[in-house]
T-cell receptor
Framework: KNQVEQSPQSLIILEGKNCTLQ??????????LRWYKQDTGRGPVSLTI?????NTKSNGRYTATLDADTKQSSLHITASQLSDSASYIC????????????FGTGTRLKVLA | GAGVSQSPSNKVTEKGKDVELRCDPI?????LYWYRQSLGQGLEFLIY????????KSGLPSDRFSAERTGGSVSTLTIQRTQQEDSAVYLC???????????FGPGTRLTVL
């Protein structure tokens, strides 16, 4: 069964600290993996997208990594800010051209001053 | 430019009533998706529209749910005889092509009393 699991479920860190969120998937065949940020009361917004051949991709203070062999991805947030408080969702596409995406349940991050 | 908009932002209804949720996608986007996001759950695929093709309704949970997309633009998700388990956030997304990057609306929070 195609699944996407994220950990931790929730995380609290102090402003300025770094953190890493994990995503493990069992989706096969694999096409691409996206990380989304969802602020409270808003829709998800794309942060990064990686295909099978990409190992890392950055978007400002966000850096995503992908190990397609172990089917793991991580999202590293550097020098966290209060505005980083949100849910971070890992989404995997099962095959090229498919519109069926498998969504993780997300990690809820809270950054404290 | 304008993003995906949804209305209403919040809807409280009584069990057994019908509700209509509206989605205005980004102009020119051919693909439109509806998802349901329940507390602590990942996004659940409901329905997919792509251009003039027949929609993929495979995610609709029951025959009380239906959706249409008029003129290839605005979409309406209708839930008949609402039940308490229908309470969730309903998210709409559009993309310029099928299986492309999705742009999400802010969602409609539905509460069934």
């Amino acid at each position: 069964k195609n699944q996407v699991e994220q950990s931790p479920q929730s995380l609290i860190i102090l402003e300025g600290k770094n953190c890493t969120l994990q995503c493990n998937y069992t989706v096969s065949p694999f096409s691409n993996l996206r990380w989304y940020k969802q602020d409270t009361g808003r829709g998800p917004v794309s942060l990064t997208i990686m295909t099978f051949s990409e190992n890392t991709k950055s978007n400002g203070r966000y850096t995503a990594t992908l190990d397609a062999d172990t089917k793991q991805s991580s999202l590293h947030i550097t020098a966290s800010q209060l505005s980083d408080s949100a849910s971070y969702i890992c989404v995997v596409s099962a095959a090229s051209g498919t519109y069926k995406y498998i969504f993780g349940t997300g990690t809820r991050l809270k950054v404290l001053a | 430019g304008a993003g995906v908009s949804q209305s209403p932002s919040n809807k409280v209804t009584e069990k057994g009533k019908d509700v209509e949720l509206r989605c205005d996608p980004i102009s020119g986007h051919t693909a439109l998706y509806w998802y349901r996001q329940s507390l602590g759950q990942g996004l659940e695929f409901l329905i997919y529209f792509q251009g003039n093709s027949a929609p993929d309704k495979s995610g609709l949970p029951s025959d009380r749910f239906s959706a249409e997309r008029t003129g290839g633009s605005v979409s309406t998700l209708t839930i008949q005889r609402t039940q308490q388990e229908d309470s969730a956030v309903y998210l709409c997304a559009s993309s310029p092509v099928g299986a492309g990057e999705q742009f999400f609306g802010p969602g409609t929070r539905l509460t069934v009393l």
